[in-house]
């Protein structure tokens, strides 16, 4: 019989309805058995294991040599030149990758073509060629003059006053990742629903407005993901310039070990900084997502702290 309550007018209200919905309420969610997930998970956790423990008890790896360059004043000073290259590299890289997206978007067929021509060119060459050009740049040219064509000059400076090791090294990985920046930003901007661009002309706003106001905070979270990517591989392609023998974390390394033959202790100090530096990129375009998520359809992305979270409790999903 189902259960009924009756009020003072006779009639009669059915709770069988509000109390059932209850009681589904009330139940506890039994996960399914996956007895695939579980052995992969121990198969994976054997390997871990293994792996951890040839780094603790092998000697090969020299954890004494390790501790002791890992913080050692060489290895500090070119790292502080390895983030100093990744900044210059990001910051010139992106400005200029964002003319060089606006001129690709031009309506004009001059500006679209020189922007084209640079992206197809330095995506073209390799980075280390370009390094190698630009540090041999007074080969061509003892010095750099500015002034009108076929007439005088204004201002002329050495080539090798102007470009040095490090001049070279900033000019060969900003001009190398500007051409991949104007693509990730023209990528972002052309994400952006036009009907919306449409409407900011039709009331009038300037187009400089329309594009700080409107297009580039909806385009920067297509843009953010890609951004980061290339960020975190400026940082480990700053390495690269150990071919001028500018003292960067790796070619500092490879200074020291070949001195005392340490190479696998010093590759290692190397490697754990790198991957240090980009763990906290990593956190810090978390931080960042969510700060240009808000607004937008989609739910805001998990700090961190909120995947740990729901890792540990073992919800599979963070909260948001």
Same mark, same amino acid.
């Given at each position: 019989?189902?259960s009924?309550?009756f009020h003072?007018?006779g009639?009669?209200?059915?709770?069988s309805?509000?109390?059932?919905? /209850?009681?589904l309420?009330?139940?506890?969610r039994?996960p399914?058995?996956r007895?695939? %997930?579980w052995?992969?998970s121990a198969f994976?956790?054997? #390997? #871990?294991?293994?792996?951890? /423990?040839g780094?603790?008890?092998?000697?090969g790896?020299?954890?004494?040599?390790?501790?002791?360059?890992f913080?050692e004043g060489?290895?500090? %000073?070119a790292?502080?030149?390895?983030?100093?290259?990744?900044a210059?590299?990001?910051a010139?890289?992106? *400005? #200029?990758?964002?003319?060089? $997206?606006?001129m690709? &978007? *031009?309506?004009?067929?001059?500006?679209?073509?020189?922007?084209?021509?640079y992206?197809?060119?330095?995506?073209s060459?390799?980075?280390?060629?370009?390094?190698?050009f630009?540090?041999?740049l007074?080969?061509l040219?003892?010095?750099?003059?500015?002034g009108?064509?076929?007439g005088?000059?204004?201002?002329?400076v050495?080539?090798?006053?102007?470009?040095g090791?490090?001049? $070279?090294?900033?000019l060969?990985?900003a001009? /190398?990742?500007?051409?991949y920046?104007?693509?990730?930003?023209?990528?972002g901007?052309?994400?952006? !629903?036009?009907g919306?661009?449409l409407a900011?002309?039709? +009331?009038g706003?300037?187009?400089?407005?329309? &594009?700080s106001r409107?297009?580039?905070?909806?385009?920067?979270?297509?843009?953010?993901?890609n951004a980061?990517?290339?960020?975190?591989?400026?940082?480990?392609?700053?390495?690269?310039v150990?071919?001028?023998?500018?003292? !960067?974390?790796?070619?500092?390394?490879?200074?020291i070990?070949g %001195?005392?033959g340490?190479?696998?202790a +010093?590759?290692?100090v190397?490697?754990?900084?790198?991957?240090? &530096?980009?763990?906290?990129? *990593?956190?810090?375009?978390?931080?960042?997502?969510r700060?240009?998520?808000?607004?937008? *359809?989609r739910?805001?992305p998990?700090?961190p702290?909120?995947?740990?979270?729901?890792?540990?409790?073992?919800?599979?999903?963070?909260?948001?």
């Amino acid at each position: 019989m189902t259960s009924a309550s009756f009020h003072a007018t006779g009639d009669v209200v059915d709770t069988s309805g509000r109390r059932g919905a /209850h009681e589904l309420l009330a139940l506890r969610r039994v996960p399914a058995p996956r007895p695939g %997930r579980w052995l992969a998970s121990a198969f994976l956790l054997v #390997l #871990l294991a293994q792996f951890l /423990h040839g780094l603790v008890t092998n000697p090969g790896w020299e954890w004494p040599v390790f501790r002791e360059f890992f913080v050692e004043g060489s290895i500090m %000073r070119a790292l502080g030149l390895t983030l100093e290259l990744t900044a210059y590299g990001t910051a010139l890289g992106f *400005s #200029l990758g964002l003319v060089i $997206a606006l001129m690709r &978007l *031009s309506g004009s067929w001059l500006p679209a073509s020189v922007g084209w021509l640079y992206v197809w060119v330095f995506r073209s060459v390799p980075l280390i060629v370009q390094l190698l050009f630009w540090f041999n740049l007074a080969y061509l040219y003892d010095r750099l003059s500015f002034g009108v064509p076929f007439g005088p000059e204004l201002v002329s400076v050495p080539t090798m006053r102007l470009v040095g090791p490090m001049g $070279a090294a900033v000019l060969g990985l900003a001009l /190398h990742q500007a051409a991949y920046a104007a693509e990730i930003i023209r990528s972002g901007i052309i994400s952006v !629903d036009r009907g919306q661009v449409l409407a900011a002309a039709a +009331l009038g706003i300037p187009r400089r407005r329309q &594009l700080s106001r409107i297009v580039l905070p909806q385009a920067m979270r297509s843009i953010l993901p890609n951004a980061f990517n290339e960020l975190i591989s400026l940082l480990k392609g700053t390495s690269i310039v150990s071919v001028m023998a500018l003292g !960067d974390l790796f070619y500092q390394t490879q200074v020291i070990y070949g %001195r005392n033959g340490r190479v696998v202790a +010093l590759v290692m100090v190397a490697t754990i900084w790198y991957v240090i &530096l980009t763990g906290l990129l *990593s956190v810090l375009q978390y931080y960042v997502e969510r700060r240009f998520a808000r607004g937008g *359809s989609r739910a805001l992305p998990p700090t961190p702290r909120q995947r740990l979270r729901a890792a540990l409790s073992g919800t599979g999903k963070a909260a948001r």
